[in-house]
């Protein structure tokens, strides 16, 4: 007798403890409710980070890349043009006209211009601004200069379609310089820059990612805000 009775103590004991050691609906609404409260305030400033981190992930591989094409010209004594392509694509949702990608090209002696990379393109969010105050790169010189523009056909969504694309490009000669013009003091260095798709292009957003092209020896720089 005593046996059994210490056993159904036993498990009464038990029974009592997985009760008390359970959460109850209200304890459980009470920490979803401030779960909820804390992620309402830290949203903003992951949504922040995140696009921080996209644009710095875009605007590191512009720069290695665009490094790339001016020791392309100086290791094989070329002129390599850097086409920057202003196009929508409706299979990533993409679908305004921006500068979303580039590509490198090379001349032979027709003069018939031929890829001499893969085309780049910049992930989303990401774009490149066409905003005259943050890409100076991307407004055409005119009369012949550079930079300048053109028509040609990039790879668009999926498979091996291909569409044209409007452009504007510039060179890097086999010293290392561009084809770029001086410029004057007051009008600052040749530059591009990238921002999250969405931003007003008549402002300066608080966050961008620029990269700067002297167009002298070809120097390339960044700034970040």
Known sequence: ?????????????????GRQSAFTLMEMLVVITVIGVL???????LFSLLQSSSLTSA?????????????????????VEVRFFKFSDDLQAQVEDEIRGFQFFQYDEEGIANPVSQ?????????ISTNSKLSTLLQPGGGGASPSTGKYDIPRGSGNGRKSA???????????????????????????TLVKEGSDQGKVPKNFYTVQIDPYNGKISEYRP
């Open 1 to 17: 007798m005593n046996t059994k009775a210490s056993e159904v103590g036993g498990r009464g004991r038990q029974r009592r403890q």
């Open 39 to 45: 992620f309402a305030f830290s949203a903003p400033q």
């Open 59 to 79: 605007g590191s591989l512009m720069r290695n890349k665009l490094s790339q094409a001016q020791q392309m010209a100086l290791s094989k004594n070329i002129d």
């Open 119 to 127: 085309f780049f393109r910049v992930q989303a969010p990401v774009i």
């Open 166 to 192: 409007t452009y504007v490009s510039f060179r890097f000669r086999p010293d290392g310089s561009t084809d770029l013009p001086g410029r004057s003091a007051d009008k600052g260095t040749w530059f591009i």
